[in-house]
């Protein structure tokens, strides 16, 4: 069953602690994405990487931080630094063909208490 | 700047209504414009792309160049129509990451 898998799909943390959220595709795409959801807000772009060993910084950097090392992985790391971490996280991946259609994963919802 | 704008945030027709949802974008180049839907527990999922020109599930959209639009339009609304709905703007040099604006819920009530 070929798509992207977010884990966990729910995570509580305490303040000051850095926390790790999953994300694999076996999509066999190149391009990996990570955005924020808020209410209100719509969708925020955190970091992409097209291609292994690389990745961007997005509109809202800031406290987060990936690692690509294996195609098909893009993990996200919301460090202690995030201000306001608390919300729900979006892993997106597509084909560099450029057709622009974003594959979506289920999410990851961070409560910070 | 690259920017989507949804006016509204929450839309609200009955069920066999005209529906129609505003997009406005800015961009500097030649736009790549998407409508998104994430229903109910299911995930962001696309809905149409302006290059194919096409209509999914009843819905259409028409790139205005000259207004900068990209509205999202369904002659007749149905109950399963009720989402979220998101325009999105691709952005070519962020390695076509979408911009998406803040979208659009939409209720169809019977």
């Known amino acids: 069953d070929g798509g992207i898998t977010q884990s966990p799909k729910y995570l509580f943390r305490k303040e000051g602690q850095n926390v790790t959220l999953s994300c694999e595709q076996n999509l066999n795409h190149d391009a990996m994405y990570w955005y924020r959801q808020d209410p209100g807000q719509g969708l925020r772009l955190i970091y992409y990487?097209?291609?292994?060993?690389?990745?961007q910084k997005g509109d809202i950097a800031e406290g987060y931080s990936v690692s690509r090392e294996k195609k098909e992985s893009f993990p996200l790391t919301v460090t202690s630094a995030q201000k306001n971490p608390t919300a729900f996280y979006l892993c997106a991946s597509t084909g560099t063909s450029g057709t622009g259609e974003l594959f979506f994963g289920e999410g990851s919802r961070l409560t910070v208490l | 700047a690259q920017r989507v704008t949804q006016p509204e945030k929450l839309l609200s027709v009955f069920k066999g209504a005209p529906v129609e949802l505003k997009c406005n974008y800015s961009?500097?180049?030649?736009?790549?414009l998407f409508w998104y839907v994430q229903y109910s527990r299911q995930r962001l999922q696309l809905l149409l792309r302006h290059i194919s020109r096409e209509s999914i599930k009843g819905f259409t959209a028409d790139l205005n160049k000259g207004e900068t639009s990209f509205h999202l339009k369904k002659p007749f609304a149905q109950e399963e129509d009720s989402a979220m709905y998101y325009c999105?703007?691709?952005?070519?040099?962020?390695?076509?990451?979408?911009?998406f604006g803040k979208g659009t819920s939409l209720l169809v009530t019977p």
């Open positions: 990487s097209q291609i292994v060993n690389d990745f």
């Open positions: 999105a703007l691709s952005l070519a040099n962020s390695g076509y990451a979408l911009n």
């Open positions: 961009y500097s180049g030649s736009p790549e």
